[in-house]
């Protein structure tokens, strides 16, 4: 690592002005600013509008993608009584559409996904709690209560506003940038798993997605 790495927490972009041919000012929410010549934007495409461009973005590159909903719940117990036992999948009737173990802590995570996420995001977390618990009281014919639970409202964070990637919404162009090509000019790159050539969605596609284009960046000094 550079001596000269300056990382900065919880200070977010507030703007991007590339008018200068010469450089690329980045300015902070706290007032702080970086010039640069060559900039990479790690996070998700729907993020661009939270950010003023001077210039602003050309039309093509305004993101018609929305953000994928997800609420991810922990619940952990004492033993693994889910294991050894039959259920039936049409009894999965409850906020959880998705539902695997995990091994110390024995417990049950469960995914809360698309209008449903939307919806229990605006309920009472307690009563979320208890739908989880009469939903897994009724798929595995067991009355077992948690020691302690863990609800992550991906809907609420706002550097992600949801997960677990961003998605092209019915009629919209699948075609709104190319993966293969820089933001803005060759100066400005936006990497992040949607803009994976694999593995798309998932954090290996933002791994590849990020080091392509830090190697392009690499090779254009």
């Known amino acids: 690592m550079s001596k000269t790495e300056n990382i900065r927490l919880n200070d977010p972009v507030e703007s991007i002005n590339y008018e200068s041919q010469d450089n690329i000012l980045i300015k902070m929410l706290s007032g702080y600013k970086i010039k640069c010549r060559r900039l990479l934007l790690a ?18 590159n305004n993101c018609p993608m929305i953000m994928g909903q997800c609420i991810k719940t922990v619940f952990i117990y004492s033993k693994p009584f889910w294991r050894n036992i039959s259920i039936n999948q049409t009894d999965q009737q409850g906020p959880c559409s998705n539902i695997f173990e995990s091994n110390n802590p024995h417990a049950l995570i469960g995914l809360i996904l698309g209008d449903d996420a939307i919806f229990w995001s605006d309920k009472n977390e307690d009563e979320l709690i208890q739908a989880i618990i009469k939903q897994y009281e009724i798929l595995y ?15 609420k964070e706002n550097f992600s506003k949801g997960c677990y990637a961003a998605v ?4 919209s162009s699948s075609t709104w940038i190319d993966r293969r090509k820089a933001l803005v000019d060759k100066r400005i790159w936006l990497a992040s798993t949607e803009m ?9 596609g933002a791994i590849e997605a990020g080091q ?8 254009s000094f």
């Open 168 to 171: 092209y919404p019915p009629s």
């Open 212 to 219: 392509r284009f830090a190697q392009e960046i690499s090779n």
């Open 43 to 60: 996070f998700s495409p729907t993020l661009l509008s939270t950010i003023n461009f001077l210039p602003s973005l050309s039309l093509t």
């Open 196 to 204: 994976a050539l694999e593995w798309v969605g998932y954090i290996e």
């Open 141 to 155: 014919n067991m009355n077992e209560i948690p020691m302690n639970t863990f609800v992550q409202y991906w809907t």
